[in-house]
């Protein structure tokens, strides 16, 4: 069909047919003409060529202003940034560290993707090997309407709906199983890193179950065909022929769910009550608070160093999510196949 | 003993019945799921267990066990293994639709109390949160010209990127461009803001504005559109292209009158659908735009609200009015998305481009 990709545009005909008669090529209207159309190449192409540029000068862009902004509040910082537990940075003798942020951010997004992985993976299993050929389309786009809800109103729900639900279960957990280190604390009164964590999973469970169906719905057919005519049932099929093909992909897509839920801000903030601690007691009220919902809880009050504090709190959150984004990427660019469905 | 038996069908051949596992039918399931559900109601009766929920839940587990035991006895063990995850795959399915439909429903319940005339006309300006009345015209202003202006900044520069990628990328650089395109998407929203924040009002001097809100969502969308736009562009088939350059047709305008148009529909989609996504995002327009309760006609003069920063902050009041006023802006901001969501589908339909 096509003849493959378009070698660069060579504007000269006599090059073009090197077997050609040896005659002179009749004179079109070249002069003019040609050197115009030359030049608005050449200015298109260095129009786009700059676009594509200033992209990376954003990402640079956004890295050295975080810094630069970042320095005088970490000057005039009391404490150790990187491993004291204390906010307070609108005193007049400032004092923060980030480490209780990032734990609680860090815990928060794995339980996340704990809770979201499994339904995720069920998810995208049902859509592309289960469910009827011609409904999977539609229930495809059904699971990606979760994805359209605003953050801010999984946050509305989260607190004046789930919350009561989550208080229950919790203090169901705790009595059954407060032996267990995660269950365990008290003041189970709702609010908890529990409920962050349950609200980040329904936000993060699209993206992966969607990324993941994009790569079953890959996997070849005669692989899977193969299986099932040596006598596999359809989970044998799924086992040997289409989670190993997928594998790759499915941990991109983890990885990207697992960026989405570090850097998820307002729906934490609204859910969560505040805490900076180093807790494992997921299930109390004040069981930690992440770096993204500090930022939007403190900003409105916050003084000059103190939004400064928080830039820099927004600058180890850039480079946590850059981190996860690149080796997310990375996993999926090795496999090239993937590449385009991602 | 003779040689002919050798020749003949054996005496054991097996009828073709035999050959077929046995294998439990739809009756013998649905019987199974009626004696489970007896059973779970007996137990809810009997024991002190209660609720709706842990009646499904154990129902769901007993049924599930009940089922892998009995397909074990009858249709072996592999067959029961292959049932269990069938269920545990659909299980999961409808455990990932339960908060989709719980949310939307109480939404809808919330939100309609305030779904009013004076909620779309009015603004939150001498509005206490114990008052009621009050609207949210200014986030809705705001919204509409944060997102619009994101738009104007973010399609053109995304559409020019996509073309390097496609059409004049080659190499190392087009490979970065790509990558970082890929990683941006990764930013987080909140990163977005404060980059703005240190950049353009901490950095340069602006104040709080509408245009410092749209700077951050330009950030935001730049990567979706481009992401979308590349894998349109790739679709069309190089024929168009090649016929157009032998006709003469400079590169520039081949890629301006036939690429593009034949990419059209898709990109457009592209575009509803980074609409759709940063016009609920709340960090970055909390951090450039501040909020206001009064309606501000300039996204360039001083704090402007948007809706989603409207729900975040009326959200934020112990006030009941207050609060049922975030719902109505959180299911005006649903209908909305949802509404761009469909029209982006519809607009797919039309394109002739199929991957």
Known sequence: MSLGSLPPVTTDPASARPGAPDQPVPSLPRTAGRTAERRGDRAFRGLSLSAGLSLLGIILAIAVFLVVKAIPALQDNTASFLTDRVWDPNNAQPAFGIVALAFGTVLSSVLALLMALPVALGVALFISHVAPRRLAGVLGYVIDLLAAVPSVVYGLWGIFFLNDKVVVASAFLHEHAGWFPLFGGDDIFGRSIFLASIVLAIMILPIIASLSREVFLQVPVSQQEAALALGATRWEMIRTAVLPFGKPGVIGATMLGLGRALGETIAVAIVLSPAFVVSLDILSTNSGNTIAANVALGFAEASSTGRGALIASGLVLFAITLVVNVIARAIIYRRREFAGAL | ?355
Request: hydrophobic share 55%.
């Open chain 2, 1 to 355: 003993m003779t040689t002919t038996s050798a020749h003949r069908p054996p005496d054991v051949l097996p009828q073709a019945r035999d050959l077929q596992q046995p294998s439990l039918s739809r009756t013998a399931l649905a019987g199974l799921a009626v004696v489970v559900l007896l059973v779970t109601s007996g137990l809810f009766a009997v024991t002190d267990l209660a609720g709706r929920a842990g009646f499904v839940v154990v129902a769901t587990l007993l049924y599930v066990a009940a089922q892998t035991a009995v397909s074990r006895v009858v249709e072996g063990g592999r067959r029961s293994v292959d049932r269990l995850v069938t269920t545990a795959v659909i299980a999961s399915f409808l455990i990932a639709l339960a908060p989709l439909i719980s949310v939307l429903l109480y939404t809808a319940e919330q939100g309609l109390t305030r779904f009013d005339w004076d909620f779309f006309y009015r603004s939150l300006r001498s509005i206490g949160a114990r008052d009621p009345g009050g609207g949210a015209n200014h986030a809705i202003v705001g919204t509409l010209q944060q997102v619009g202006l994101a738009t104007l900044m973010s399609v053109p520069l995304g559409l020019l990127v996509a073309i390097y990628i496609v059409e004049y990328g080659r190499g190392r650089l087009a490979a970065t461009i790509r990558f970082f395109v890929d990683v941006m998407t990764g930013i987080p929203s909140i990163v977005a803001g404060l980059f703005v924040l240190s950049f353009w009002i901490l950095g340069l001097g602006f104040g709080y504005s509408g245009f410092a809100a749209a700077l951050a969502l330009t950030v935001l969308m730049l990567p979706v559109i481009v992401r979308s736009a590349e894998e349109m562009l790739k679709l069309v088939p190089n024929d168009l292209r090649e016929a157009s350059l032998a006709l003469g047709v400079p590169r520039w305008r081949t890629i301006l009158s036939i690429v593009l148009p034949t990419a059209l529909p898709g990109v457009v989609t592209g575009i509803m659908l980074a609409v759709a996504r940063v016009m609920g995002e709340t960090a970055p327009v909390l951090l450039t735009a501040f909020g206001t309760a009064s309606i501000v006609r300039s996204p360039f003069e001083g704090p402007q609200s948007s809706l989603p920063l409207f729900i975040y902050q009326e959200a934020a009041s112990p006030q009941g009015t207050a609060i049922s006023r975030a719902w109505t802006a959180a299911l005006t901001l649903i209908l909305v998305i949802m509404v761009l969501n469909l029209l982006a589908r519809l607009v797919t339909r039309r394109s002739t481009l199929k991957k």
